[in-house]
């Protein structure tokens, strides 16, 4: 039998879909991975898990250094994630509103730490860290955070910003609205959604990062992944774990409200 | 209002070439032009959100160019409205009112009364989404003149409407006017409208003005071919003779050597042109008592709603002529191919120098 043109296509896209699916799988598996095994009874890991216990997680919320740490890490990922949107606001009005000269150059430095390797950025970042006697201070990883943050609200708000004519904003100015009247009423109101989901990534950017924390904190401004990553060096509990977890639900919470808050504020 | 060698340059090429323009307080001013001839770059210097780069607008004898745009005190209606999609139409309405402070108590009594004039209660709590393109732009025009500017500016205002509606809302625009009397600015690429709504019009090409005049001036004497074809349909020859007589009826020699009797106040010479409007020109089987009458051949006939069109082709010559007649009464229809006489006055006849 002939296959006609029409059933090629059609198995062309079951092969895309479980090509998908295997992938999506593949990333999954890890992740549950470490949901179950941090529900370990034992004091080692092992999979499948032989018991179910939430002794760990318990230990975890007792064990003041993982506290101190995740209270540092939310501490630093709020400071981090509104200097990056507020910069990235500024940033995305200058290139697509302003389209002030070397607004091209703008746009490629706030998208870079995205694409940059991090290690760069922290090797560059620790002589001024120390230069300006910052390091080791939560300032130290609120300004590298705040770098790494950057395009998450610059490449929101650029895309905001292009969705609607920027007549808008000149019809506010031609009605007697002078330029802070018109962000605070038109400006503002018609990117609010992407600002909120440009925070919401930048601090979630933030609550992950390592390696900029390696080198600019110290033991009393550790975040929770550079604690993770400490202890991780000399034992391998459940309870790492458990800690582990935590920071992926409170991830996933966050990636949630970026896609759910901004359609929220948008209908309202 | 006078604009004074206002010119705009864009990377050396003049999108404005410098123009200069007297406004009368309380006229209805149009400006029409293809697209790109620099209308709209030219009302964006007058309201303040493009800046000339040379020449002065002044406003009662005060030049308004270091004048930020938001204290001009100018209204304007944009293209498309820009209305703010996630205010109300009450609140678009109060916003020139809420930006300049006043208060609440205030701001609600005037916003009311300017719905009120633009038939527009009822809707006040609804998004502009949720409008009809009519009502959006009365929102538009209620929300520009609340704060009674002197001078409204209005760029292409009906362009996205569809005919019946833009008929009915020039009427609008019109009884707008009269009642505010403030002046109008009003760009727009449609000829109709143009006439329709304002005193004065002036046709703009490649960033210059090529006449101002009232809207039948502009089409009974036009000064160059480009405005007798912008506004209306023309047919146009170029003239071959020169002669020095005017003011009397004299003849005129087109390009293929056809002769025309013209009476024109402008001397016809070598490069010049013929015009002549549709409309003056008579067809019919016999023709009796016209300066020129010629025997011709129907090439193509239509017949539109309210205008019977003709396209004829004058016996032994190269012209073809456009020809619009009125369908009424015993108004004979001339099928294609059908030989007939045309005719017209030498006063139809208008000699254009460009």
Same mark, same amino acid.
């Given at each position: 039998?002939?296959?006609?043109?029409?059933m090629?296509?059609?198995?062309?896209?079951?092969?895309?879909?479980?090509?998908?699916?295997?992938?999506?799988?593949?990333?999954?598996?890890?992740?549950?991975?470490v949901?179950?095994?941090?529900?370990?009874?034992?004091?080692?890991?092992?999979?499948?898990?032989s018991?179910?216990?939430?002794?760990?997680?318990?230990?975890?919320?007792?064990?003041? $250094?993982?506290?101190?740490?995740?209270?540092n890490s939310i501490?630093?990922?709020?400071?981090?994630?509104?200097?990056?949107?507020?910069?990235?606001?500024?940033?995305a009005?200058?290139?697509?509103?302003?389209?002030?000269?070397?607004s091209?150059?703008?746009?490629?430095?706030?998208?870079?730490?995205?694409?940059?390797?991090q290690?760069?950025?922290?090797?560059?970042?620790?002589p001024?860290?120390?230069?300006?006697?910052?390091?080791?201070?939560?300032?130290?990883?609120?300004?590298?955070?705040?770098v790494?943050?950057?395009?998450?609200?610059?490449?929101?708000?650029?895309?905001?910003?292009?969705?609607?004519?920027s007549?808008?904003?000149?019809?506010s100015?031609?009605?007697g609205?002078?330029?802070?009247?018109?962000?605070?009423?038109?400006?503002?109101?018609?990117?609010?959604p992407?600002?909120?989901?440009?925070?919401?990534?930048?601090?979630?950017?933030s609550?992950?990062?390592?390696?900029?924390?390696?080198?600019l904190?110290?033991p009393?401004?550790?975040?929770?992944?550079?604690?993770?990553?400490e202890?991780?060096?000399?034992?391998?509990?459940?309870e790492?774990?458990?800690?582990?977890?935590?920071?992926?639900?409170?991830?996933?919470i966050?990636?949630?409200?970026?896609?759910?808050?901004p359609?929220?504020s948008?209908?309202? | 209002?006078?604009?004074r060698?206002?010119?705009?340059?864009?990377?050396?090429?003049?999108?404005?070439?410098?123009t200069?323009?007297?406004?009368?307080?309380?006229?209805?001013?149009?400006?029409?032009?293809?697209?790109? !001839?620099?209308?709209?770059?030219?009302?964006?210097?007058?309201?303040?959100y493009i $800046?000339?780069?040379?020449?002065?607008?002044a406003?009662?004898?005060?030049?308004i160019?270091?004048?930020?745009?938001?204290?001009?005190?100018?209204?304007?209606?944009?293209?498309n409205?820009?209305?703010f999609?996630?205010?109300?139409?009450?609140?678009n309405?109060?916003y020139?009112?809420?930006?300049?402070?006043?208060?609440?108590?205030?701001?609600?009594?005037?916003?009311?009364?300017?719905?009120?004039?633009?038939?527009?209660?009822?809707?006040?709590?609804?998004?502009?989404?949720?409008?009809?393109?009519?009502?959006?732009?009365?929102?538009?025009?209620?929300?520009?003149?609340?704060?009674?500017?002197?001078i409204?500016?209005?760029?292409?205002?009906?362009g996205?409407?569809?005919?019946?509606?833009? $008929?009915?809302?020039?009427?609008?625009?019109?009884?707008?006017?009269h009642?505010?009397?403030?002046?109008?600015?009003?760009?727009?690429? $449609?000829?109709?409208?143009?006439?329709?709504l304002a005193?004065?019009?002036?046709?703009?090409?490649?960033?210059?003005?090529?006449?101002?005049?009232?809207?039948r001036?502009?089409?009974?004497?036009?000064?160059?071919r480009?405005?007798?074809?912008?506004?209306?349909?023309?047919?146009?020859?170029?003239?071959?003779?020169?002669?020095?007589?005017?003011?009397?009826?004299?003849?005129?020699?087109?390009?293929?050597?056809?002769?025309?009797?013209?009476?024109?106040?402008?001397?016809?010479?070598?490069?010049?042109?013929?015009?002549?409007?549709p409309?003056?020109?008579m067809?019919?089987?016999?023709?009796?008592?016209?300066?020129?009458?010629?025997?011709?051949?129907?090439?193509?006939?239509?017949?539109?709603?309210?205008?019977?069109?003709?396209?004829?082709?004058?016996?032994g010559?190269?012209?073809?002529?456009?020809?619009?007649?009125?369908?009424q009464?015993?108004?004979?229809?001339?099928?294609?191919?059908? !030989?007939?006489?045309?005719?017209?006055?030498?006063?139809?006849?208008?000699?254009?120098?460009?």
């Open positions: 039998m002939k296959m006609s043109e029409k090629i296509w059609a198995a062309w896209e079951r092969i895309l879909r479980a090509l998908v699916t295997v992938v999506l799988i593949g990333f999954l598996v890890p992740i549950l991975v949901v179950a095994v941090s529900f370990e009874p034992k004091t080692y890991l092992s999979f499948p898990p018991g179910f216990s939430v002794q760990w997680y318990v230990q975890f919320i007792h064990n003041g $250094d993982y506290t101190s740490a995740l209270m501490l630093i990922g709020v400071a981090a994630a509104s200097l990056a949107t507020i910069a990235g606001i500024c940033g009005l200058g290139v697509i509103r302003a389209a002030a000269p070397g091209t150059l703008v746009g490629i430095l706030s998208v870079a730490p995205a694409v940059l390797p290690i760069v950025l922290a090797i560059g970042l620790y001024i860290s120390v230069w300006l006697g910052l390091q080791g201070t939560l300032l130290a990883v609120i300004f590298a955070h705040a790494i943050g950057l395009p998450f609200p610059f490449i929101t708000v650029c895309g905001a910003l292009t969705a609607y004519s007549r808008l904003e000149i019809a100015m031609s009605l609205a002078n330029y802070f009247q018109t962000f605070r009423h038109v400006t503002f109101p018609m990117i609010r992407a600002v909120i989901a440009g925070f919401i990534f930048a601090f979630a950017a609550l992950d990062e390592l390696v900029l924390a390696i080198f904190s110290s009393a401004t550790r975040t929770l992944p550079l604690l993770l990553w202890q991780l060096n000399f034992q391998i509990t459940p790492l774990a458990a800690a582990a977890t935590v920071i992926l639900v409170v991830t996933s966050l990636i949630f409200a970026a896609t759910v808050l359609r929220l948008k209908r309202g | 209002m006078s604009i060698n206002v010119s705009k340059t864009y990377a050396s090429i003049d999108a404005v070439a410098p200069s323009l007297e406004i009368e307080s309380g006229d209805f001013f149009a400006i029409i032009g293809p697209s790109g !001839s620099g209308k709209s770059t030219l009302l964006g210097m007058i309201a303040g $800046d000339p780069s040379a020449g002065q607008i406003v009662d004898g005060r030049d160019v270091p004048v930020p745009i938001y204290r001009r005190n100018i209204g304007m209606v944009f293209q409205y820009a209305l999609p996630h205010h109300t139409v009450f609140q309405v109060a020139p009112l809420k930006v300049r402070g006043l208060a609440k108590q205030e701001i609600a009594t005037r916003v009311r009364e300017s719905l009120a004039m633009e038939r527009l209660e009822g809707v006040e709590t609804r998004k502009p989404a949720e409008l009809s393109g009519g009502q959006q732009q009365r929102v538009a025009l209620a929300r520009a003149s609340i704060y009674q500017p002197s409204l500016l209005m760029d292409e205002p009906l996205a409407l569809d005919k019946n509606l833009r $008929d009915e809302m020039q009427e609008e625009i019109k009884r707008f006017h009642e505010l009397g403030v002046t109008v600015i009003y760009v727009t690429h $449609d000829q109709q409208e143009a006439a329709f005193d004065r019009v002036a046709i703009m090409k490649d960033g210059k003005m090529v006449q101002i005049d009232t809207p001036l502009l089409y009974e004497q036009p000064n160059s480009f405005v007798a074809e912008f506004l209306g349909e023309a047919s146009i020859f170029s003239v071959k003779s020169t002669v020095a007589r005017s003011g009397q009826k004299h003849k005129v020699v087109l390009d293929d050597g056809t002769q025309v009797v013209v009476r024109s106040k402008l001397r016809s010479a070598d490069g010049h042109f013929a015009c002549i409007r409309e003056r020109i067809i019919g089987a016999r023709l009796k008592g016209l300066d020129n009458v010629y025997r011709a051949t129907v090439r193509e006939s239509l017949y539109t709603p309210g205008s019977i069109r003709y396209r004829v082709a004058l016996d010559t190269d012209c073809v002529l456009k020809v619009r007649v009125l369908p009464g015993n108004v004979e229809f001339h099928e294609h191919g059908t !030989s007939v006489q045309v005719g017209w006055s030498a006063d139809d006849t208008i000699i254009l120098k460009e």
